[in-house]
């Protein structure tokens, strides 16, 4: 993509990712709250909207800004302008349903542009991503009707998760798989779902039997996606294969957790298996493909660079701390640990920053005084 290219890009694309920014930012903040980190309150009660901020405020405006771009039509920017919305509800204190309906309008808009791609090409892949939509309308429904957020969260769970595993999917589509490795995979799938549906019925068996789905849906990553193919090669592509392939670790430590532990409503061991999946799952997921949406979405060049090797590392050993003192309850690693891990992603966003400067032609460049 050429630089005049680039900056054709809508101008407006930039505000509503500053939502979903914005979005994380606060979300950072109230998890160090959560954490026992003395800092101000930006307003009483906003901790208890860690979780909402960072799935459905950042990641689902992100996704979902993503989506838009993708589908080269106006109505899906409904999406993103809607969870944005949803955040700025939550910031400001509007009354409490305001935020969940904004959210599940946006869930229900990508829903309903799944439900196009997947009538004009109906595939395996895109049925997984579609019903990742479904299960963050789902999610998104029960917290605007006032279901606790610990029933809530594993249907996030499943959008995150189905979202990545539909678009790796897509990818390794180009390995011609077996009918025999599609059927392991739609297991993981289906053991995940089971278990979302079995779990206000029975709580424990529904958390082993979708930390079940978890394990062989991590175990099938690390071994047929494209990303074990790619990590002899340079660069860029090396950063991701390196990326994916540590982020399915950790997804399947999340995923082994809950098989060991069941479903959980709180606690040490809670935070260990939310985190090793979001932080180390699906962050790890934003590390890699960053160079490859940033310049997809806004239009500016992301050139690999040595140095975001650093913010993945960073990543990697903060979150192992973390779950160290989460598990061992060792309050200072947990404590510790969940401050670097909000230095990690800053750290990500200045390595990625840098990198969209410096590709900058000079004259663009911002001058030092």
Request: with cysteine; hydrophobic share 55%.
């Amino acid at each position: 993509m050429t630089h005049k290219t680039m900056n054709a890009q809508p101008f407006w694309r930039f505000p509503l990712l500053g939502l979903g920014l914005i979005a994380l930012m606060v979300g950072l903040w109230t998890g160090l709250l959560r954490l026992g980190w003395d800092l101000p309150s930006l307003r009483p009660g906003l901790a208890l909207y860690h979780g909402p901020l960072m799935v459905s405020g950042f990641l689902g405006t992100l996704i979902s800004l993503e989506r838009a771009v993708g589908a080269a039509r106006w109505w899906p920017y409904g999406a993103p302008i809607l969870t944005g919305l949803g955040t700025l509800t939550l910031i400001v204190g509007l009354p409490v349903a305001v935020a969940p309906l904004c959210m599940s309008l946006g869930s229900i808009l990508v829903l309903g542009l799944f439900a196009q791609i997947i009538w004009r090409q109906p595939t395996l892949y895109t049925a997984v991503m579609g019903l990742g939509a479904l299960t963050w309308v789902v999610g998104n429904a029960l917290w605007l009707l006032g279901w606790p957020m610990y029933v809530i969260v594993p249907w996030w769970i499943g959008f995150l998760t189905f979202t990545i595993a539909g678009e790796r999917l897509e990818l390794s589509r180009l390995l011609q798989l077996s009918p025999a490795s599609r059927s392991i995979f739609l297991a993981a799938i289906g053991l995940f779902m089971i278990g979302l549906i079995v779990n206000p019925i029975a709580f424990a068996v529904g958390g082993r039997t979708s930390g079940l789905g978890v394990v062989i849906l991590a175990l099938w990553l690390l071994y047929y996606d494209l990303a074990r193919r790619s990590l002899y090669r340079g660069g860029l592509t090396r950063f991701i294969a390196v990326c994916m392939l540590s982020g399915y670790v950790w997804l399947g430590i999340a995923g082994l957790l809950g098989l060991w532990f069941g479903a959980l409503a709180a606690g040490p061991a809670y935070d260990a298996m939310l985190h090793a999946l979001f932080l180390g799952f699906v962050f790890v997921m934003i590390f890699g493909h960053a160079p490859i949406i940033f310049p997809a979405v806004l239009g500016v060049a992301v050139p690999f660079q040595s140095r975001f090797y650093a913010h993945l590392v960073v990543l990697h050993l903060s979150l192992a701390l973390r779950l160290l003192g989460d598990l061992t309850l060792w309050w200072p690693a947990r404590h510790w640990g969940g401050l670097l891990n909000v230095v990690a992603i800053l750290l990500f966003f200045a390595n990625t920053g840098y990198a969209v400067v410096t590709a900058l032609p000079k004259s663009h460049r911002p001058h030092r005084s």
